[in-house]
């Protein structure tokens, strides 16, 4: 980090101070001098890391043409060539870290605010409260700082949906900010639904989204650790990636595209991350997860998020 430095106002003593000072503090004054290289440069010129300010802007969208999800409207050819109504739109991401053009990958240290806390941000795409009628504005961007030195600048980001495991069987009675949401949490034991996209579909089943870490022992009430066998934390990475000028898209349609068709095929109703669900498949897929052991699989292309 830079560091303030307050050589100059040590190392140049007054012409009137040199005419008053005795012979023992002259010496002394020469030896500080010394010290100071004998001029009165500063260390300013010998910069280190400085903190810079990071915004990752999101946005979710339901298909091609980028038009945004929206509680206030339908969205139109999902899936099989369904209509939807839109009830929720979230999830948490961690684990934010940068590249840069000095070759390095660094982290991203997020700011605490009401949406992000202990290195989790919480995006909420809703634009009324709970889908009703009470307007609300959507929480859509990441924001932290990152030390750079001079010169560097940040080409790539990654990032992963959900909870570390060290915070995922929290108690939600004790739980801070962005955590302490009972809506985005299945229990002590199963842990967060790191992901929740639900919508109604006109004329078919309804279609809800949860994704979270399942098959999981222990007993946190009884002060057990727990262990989950499947994770199921997508990981997302943008090898390109410039400040300013990208968006990170959440594409709704790309995720959907093959489990979405208004009939249920079984298990719960749309994909709750459960292995044998029909409609977790394609989803799984799309988010560059493989469903039977929960962890990124680098031969799925993942689809559901990308840059424009």
């Not at 440069?41 to 890391?49: E, F, H, I």
């Not at 009401?114 to 009470?134: I, P």
């Not at 108690?171 to 790191?194: C, E, I, R």
Request: proline content about 6%; aromatic content about 6%; charged content about 20%.
């Amino acid at each position: 980090m830079k560091k303030m430095t307050f050589v100059h106002a040590i190392c140049q003593p007054s012409d009137a101070v040199r005419g008053r000072l005795p012979v023992t503090a002259a010496l002394a004054l020469a030896g500080t001098l010394a010290a100071c290289g004998g001029s009165s440069s500063s260390s300013s010129d010998d910069r280190g890391p400085t903190d810079t300010t990071v915004s990752l802007p999101f946005e979710a969208v339901y298909n091609s043409s980028n038009d945004p999800v929206t509680c206030d409207g339908t969205l139109s050819g999902l899936g099989a060539g369904v209509d939807v109504q839109l009830e929720d739109f979230r999830l948490y991401l961690h684990d934010v870290r940068v590249t840069t053009s000095q070759q390095r990958e660094l982290p991203l240290t997020l700011d605490d605010t009401l949406w992000q806390g202990s290195g989790v941000a919480l995006l909420d795409f809703r634009d009324f409260v709970s889908c009703g009628t009470v307007p609300q504005t959507p929480n859509t961007d990441v924001t932290g700082t990152v030390a750079l030195n001079e010169g560097e600048r940040i080409d790539g980001v990654q990032f992963k949906i959900g909870l570390p495991e060290s915070l995922n069987h929290t108690n939600l009675v004790d739980a801070a900010t962005p955590l302490n949401v009972p809506t985005m949490h299945w229990s002590w034991q199963s842990g967060y639904k790191f992901m929740r996209l639900d919508v109604t579909v006109a004329g078919g089943d309804d279609f809800k989204l949860h994704l979270g870490s399942t098959d999981c022992a222990g007993d946190p009430e009884a002060g057990d650790s727990v262990s989950c066998d499947r994770g199921n934390r997508p990981e997302v990475r943008f090898d390109t990636f410039t400040p300013g000028q990208d968006t990170i898209v959440i594409d709704y349609a790309a995720m959907v595209a093959t489990a979405l068709d208004g009939v249920d095929d079984g298990g719960a109703p749309g994909c709750m991350s459960g292995v044998s669900d029909p409609e977790c498949a394609g989803v799984f897929a799309a988010l560059g997860l493989d469903l039977a052991s929960g962890t990124p699989d680098s031969q799925l292309n993942q689809v559901a998020f990308r840059l424009k």
